[in-house]
């Protein structure tokens, strides 16, 4: 009953009597207390002239009434509990209850509940109840509580509201068997604004963002901000005639209009991955991971889209986490080595100089790079495998100078992650020094991308390296960016055409006029030239025939280790590996 339909009772009706304390009736009319005494069933015996200023009822009004109806509905069952247990345990209780105001609105008392003497000498219990105003206290919890439930940037939800929704979402979901769907969304590209713009700018990039994500939901669903670009949606049921896909649609082509920040248009993407309850798991920890597992391989396939989990991602994952033990293990007991693929003089077909590939003999069967590199850029193994490769390939270079085995260098492959990592310079000069040789001899092979992914340190780094004496090739070169400033402002002494275009060169007229233009233009830069991939005679003498300098592929010989490629620069022929054990490695972490 709201307090404008209850009955305002006359002055002719009987009013509640008073407090027969008077002393206590003096204290308590000062005090904005409240104070009643009611019956079994909640019914007002006598209340405090100062609960009706309280609440703002007439008098009167309390005498028609019971406590139930002075609390806000839903919060009955509350009292009543209360009441119960003051009862059974024959014990004072306490508890915070929200009670309807005579204008629009409640306040919150903390309330008191004893049990009271019946005068009439009855067996039905009777009860004093007290009360304190304590709705700002509440009003201020609950403005803490929201906000420590909030993200301060977005005004989303945060991690802790987020879960405590998702319980709720299934709790409900066991209830009315409804589904529900956990998105979880990681911008593309954020991480390369935040960087090169600043943390304000980012900062407001994620507010607008936040913003334009919100516009897409429904009512009822949830969205959180997990922390830095990552984003998650609860989308309850979707609208008749809707479908989660589609709403995960309708996320992403949002995302791709650019965003006004700062004066500035910024364009990020979104990559989405979404589980679904019941049948992607029962539990909020596992839709999340599950989210998250196809959120990562909405990244692997491009980004800029959404994908449905899939228990095979749990399959991936296991095996990815599988080779990285395996991998830890691998590097301490020396199952790492480097090959040697001979690159040859074009015409007279002389050994010239090698390029170091690592190689992974692993227990069960040698691992391809392609399987272990990517995973070892990702967890940062990279930095302690290249180090090793770089002082390997120094060292070797002098036991075949010692051997009388004399190569002009010896390429070592540089992972862009390698090449970002502070202490590079230092590994590469450290490898060279202790080894002896001369600087030149070391070409560390880098690819278009790890150029030009952050000019001003790239060519902070190429300098020091250069003014050392260290060169530097363009692996796959042709494969990357159409901008070629590169070649102009980096110290790049060789470019090695890709495969690519060396395997259809006869098939391919348009290969052909490529792998052509590519060595005109390393004549005018004074560049050498490597064509890698070259596996037929005919491929051979096609590239001679545009003049090109040197040749790299299994024509001539695949990678091999470092005692057969001796034997292979000395004899030009290749020893079978049939019968030869796994080859010893230096590389031994104790």
């Given at each position: 009953m709201s307090p404008a339909s209850r009955p305002m009772a006359s002055t002719a009706e009987k009013t509640l009597p008073k407090l027969k304390d008077d002393r206590l009736a003096a204290i308590v009319a000062q005090s904005p207390v409240f104070v009643v005494h009611t019956d079994s069933s909640t019914r007002l015996?006598?209340?405090?002239?100062?609960?009706?200023?309280?609440?703002?009822?007439?008098?009167?009004?309390?005498?028609?009434?019971s406590l139930n109806d002075l609390v806000m509905p839903e919060h009955a069952g509350e009292l009543q509990a209360l009441m119960d247990r003051t009862l059974s345990e024959g014990e004072p209780q306490k508890g915070v209850i929200p009670f309807l105001r005579a204008e629009e609105g409640c306040c919150w008392l903390e309330l008191f509940v004893q049990l009271a003497a019946n005068p009439d000498g009855g067996e039905e219990p009777r009860f004093d109840v007290f009360g304190y105003d304590v709705t700002p206290w509440v009003t201020t919890e609950r403005q803490l509580r929201d906000e420590s439930r909030r993200d301060p940037l977005t005004g989303m939800s945060n991690r802790a509201h987020l879960r405590e929704w998702m319980i709720e979402s299934i709790d409900n979901g066991v209830a009315s068997g409804k589904a529900f769907a956990v998105m979880m969304l990681d911008l593309d590209g954020f991480k390369r604004i935040n960087d090169s713009l600043g943390h304000d700018i980012g900062d407001a990039l994620l507010h607008a963002v936040g913003k334009r994500l919100k516009a897409q939901l429904h009512e009822n669903d949830v969205f959180a901000r997990l922390g830095a670009d990552e984003f998650v949606l609860v989308a309850g049921a979707v609208d008749e005639g809707d479908t989660w896909d589609r709403l995960a649609a309708r996320i992403i082509a949002a995302m791709q209009r650019p965003f006004s920040v700062a004066g500035q248009q910024l364009r990020v993407t979104v990559s989405i991955g979404i589980a679904l309850y019941p049948e992607d798991g029962l539990k909020s920890n596992e839709l999340l991971k599950h989210a998250d597992l196809a959120m990562y391989s909405a990244k692997e396939r491009g980004k800029n889209q959404f994908v449905f989990y899939s228990p095979d991602f749990e399959k991936v994952k296991a095996e990815a986490f599988s080779l990285e033990q395996d991998m830890l293990s691998g590097i301490r007991t020396g199952e790492f080595e480097l090959h040697y693929q001979p690159?040859?003089?074009?015409?007279?077909?002389?050994?010239?100089?090698?390029?170091?590939?690592?190689?992974?003999?692993?227990p069960h069967g040698q691992r391809p790079p392609t399987a272990f590199i990517?995973?070892?850029?990702?967890?940062?193994?990279?930095?302690?495998?290249?180090?090793?490769?770089?002082r390997m390939v120094c060292a070797q270079l002098a036991r075949w100078d010692a051997r009388g085995i004399s190569l002009a260098y010896v390429g070592v492959n540089v992972s862009p992650v390698q090449f970002q990592n502070p202490a590079f310079s230092q590994s590469v000069m450290s490898a060279v020094r202790e080894s002896g040789i001369d600087p030149g001899r070391l070409v560390l092979e880098i690819t278009e991308g790890t150029l030009i992914k952050n000019p001003e340190q790239t060519e902070a780094i190429l300098s020091r390296l250069h003014a050392f004496g260290v060169r530097f090739a363009i692996d796959d070169f042709g494969t990357g960016y159409s901008n070629l400033s590169y070649l102009r402002r980096f110290p790049i002494s060789e470019i090695k055409i890709d495969r690519s275009f060396v395997s259809d060169i006869m098939?391919?007229?348009?290969?052909?006029?490529?792998?052509?233009?590519?060595?005109?233009?390393?004549?005018?830069?004074?560049?050498?030239?490597?064509?890698?991939?070259v596996e037929t005679e005919e491929q051979l003498a096609m590239l001679v025939?545009?003049?090109?300098?040197?040749?790299?592929?299994?024509?001539?010989?695949?990678?091999?280790?470092?005692?057969?490629?001796?034997?292979?620069?000395?004899?030009?022929?290749v020893i079978s590996p049939k019968g030869r054990g796994r080859g010893s490695s230096l590389f031994r972490i104790f």
């Amino acid at each position: 009953m709201s307090p404008a339909s209850r009955p305002m009772a006359s002055t002719a009706e009987k009013t509640l009597p008073k407090l027969k304390d008077d002393r206590l009736a003096a204290i308590v009319a000062q005090s904005p207390v409240f104070v009643v005494h009611t019956d079994s069933s909640t019914r007002l015996l006598a209340a405090a002239a100062s609960t009706a200023t309280l609440l703002g009822y007439p008098a009167a009004y309390l005498a028609q009434v019971s406590l139930n109806d002075l609390v806000m509905p839903e919060h009955a069952g509350e009292l009543q509990a209360l009441m119960d247990r003051t009862l059974s345990e024959g014990e004072p209780q306490k508890g915070v209850i929200p009670f309807l105001r005579a204008e629009e609105g409640c306040c919150w008392l903390e309330l008191f509940v004893q049990l009271a003497a019946n005068p009439d000498g009855g067996e039905e219990p009777r009860f004093d109840v007290f009360g304190y105003d304590v709705t700002p206290w509440v009003t201020t919890e609950r403005q803490l509580r929201d906000e420590s439930r909030r993200d301060p940037l977005t005004g989303m939800s945060n991690r802790a509201h987020l879960r405590e929704w998702m319980i709720e979402s299934i709790d409900n979901g066991v209830a009315s068997g409804k589904a529900f769907a956990v998105m979880m969304l990681d911008l593309d590209g954020f991480k390369r604004i935040n960087d090169s713009l600043g943390h304000d700018i980012g900062d407001a990039l994620l507010h607008a963002v936040g913003k334009r994500l919100k516009a897409q939901l429904h009512e009822n669903d949830v969205f959180a901000r997990l922390g830095a670009d990552e984003f998650v949606l609860v989308a309850g049921a979707v609208d008749e005639g809707d479908t989660w896909d589609r709403l995960a649609a309708r996320i992403i082509a949002a995302m791709q209009r650019p965003f006004s920040v700062a004066g500035q248009q910024l364009r990020v993407t979104v990559s989405i991955g979404i589980a679904l309850y019941p049948e992607d798991g029962l539990k909020s920890n596992e839709l999340l991971k599950h989210a998250d597992l196809a959120m990562y391989s909405a990244k692997e396939r491009g980004k800029n889209q959404f994908v449905f989990y899939s228990p095979d991602f749990e399959k991936v994952k296991a095996e990815a986490f599988s080779l990285e033990q395996d991998m830890l293990s691998g590097i301490r007991t020396g199952e790492f080595e480097l090959h040697y693929q001979p690159i040859v003089d074009a015409r007279t077909r002389e050994v010239l100089a090698a390029e170091a590939l690592m190689r992974w003999n692993h227990p069960h069967g040698q691992r391809p790079p392609t399987a272990f590199i990517p995973l070892a850029e990702d967890n940062g193994l990279i930095n302690l495998l290249g180090s090793w490769a770089l002082r390997m390939v120094c060292a070797q270079l002098a036991r075949w100078d010692a051997r009388g085995i004399s190569l002009a260098y010896v390429g070592v492959n540089v992972s862009p992650v390698q090449f970002q990592n502070p202490a590079f310079s230092q590994s590469v000069m450290s490898a060279v020094r202790e080894s002896g040789i001369d600087p030149g001899r070391l070409v560390l092979e880098i690819t278009e991308g790890t150029l030009i992914k952050n000019p001003e340190q790239t060519e902070a780094i190429l300098s020091r390296l250069h003014a050392f004496g260290v060169r530097f090739a363009i692996d796959d070169f042709g494969t990357g960016y159409s901008n070629l400033s590169y070649l102009r402002r980096f110290p790049i002494s060789e470019i090695k055409i890709d495969r690519s275009f060396v395997s259809d060169i006869m098939e391919s007229g348009n290969d052909r006029a490529i792998v052509s233009a590519m060595l005109s233009l390393a004549r005018e830069l004074d560049l050498s030239v490597v064509a890698e991939g070259v596996e037929t005679e005919e491929q051979l003498a096609m590239l001679v025939e545009r003049e090109c300098q040197y040749i790299q592929g299994w024509l001539f010989s695949k990678a091999l280790p470092p005692e057969d490629f001796e034997h292979f620069a000395a004899t030009q022929e290749v020893i079978s590996p049939k019968g030869r054990g796994r080859g010893s490695s230096l590389f031994r972490i104790f």
